[in-house]
């Protein structure tokens, strides 16, 4: 969206304003839903930083002009109505004034969330090789190379396979996390991602039902 796409918006239906809901632009996680004048959505799209409309102080105010935490905006889109705008944005810190993440934290975890984390552990990695902390497995790890990542992945490979046959599902599902995490490592050491291979994955399954 572009300022110049301000006016072809459903204002009237609001009075003037229109609902903002805050997404998540790594994990998908629903953060706030606030509201919209033109002037709001006019300076987000300008300076980049979500800015929303108070109802009850009747001004503009950006999130996170107090608290520090604002949230950067990567995208914004309408719904089909053109009355509710969609912002997915990065914060610089807790969402809401409570400290919590998202002002929805009360909400129950979904499946999707529980997936976003890989997300997150690739943000813990990334941290991790770049700081260097003392004691860190995954600093001590990535330093040994690549050589060293493949070998792991393929021994939790195998750990993964044997406890599927001798274990339970606990076992498996710690052997997968193990797993998981080593196949996180070492597609950062190729600068790649966990994103690009549900991305491949995606398209197999496209071309798969499109091929009837």
Not at 5 to 28: C, S
Not at 146 to 154: E, N, S, Y
Not at 163 to 191: C, F, M, N, P, W
């Amino acid at each position: 969206m572009k300022i110049g796409n301000i006016a072809d918006l459903d204002w009237d239906k609001g009075e003037g304003l229109l609902p903002a809901i805050v997404q998540h632009a790594g994990t998908g996680a629903l953060l706030m839903l606030g509201y919209m004048n033109r002037a709001a959505l006019g300076r987000t799209l300008a300076e980049g930083r979500v800015t929303f409309f108070s109802r009850s102080r009747q001004q503009l105010w950006t999130k996170g002009e107090t608290s520090g935490n604002f949230l950067e905006a990567v995208t914004l889109s309408t719904d089909c109505d053109r009355d509710t705008l969609l912002i997915q944005a990065l914060p610089a810190g807790p969402v809401c004034h409570t400290g919590s993440a998202s002002c929805f934290a009360e909400a129950a975890p979904s499946a999707a969330s529980r997936l976003a984390f890989l997300d997150r552990l690739e943000e813990v990695i990334a941290e991790r090789i770049a700081e260097q902390p003392e004691g860190s497995y995954t600093a001590r790890l990535y330093a040994q190379g690549p050589r060293r990542i493949a070998q792991k992945v393929g021994e939790e490979g195998v750990e993964v396979a044997l406890a599927t046959v001798t274990a339970d599902d606990a076992a498996v599902i710690a052997e997968s996390a193990d797993l998981l995490y080593h196949l996180a490592l070492l597609l950062k050491q190729r600068g790649l991602s966990l994103a690009a291979v549900a991305a491949e994955l995606e398209l197999r399954h496209i071309g798969r039902t499109g091929a009837g």
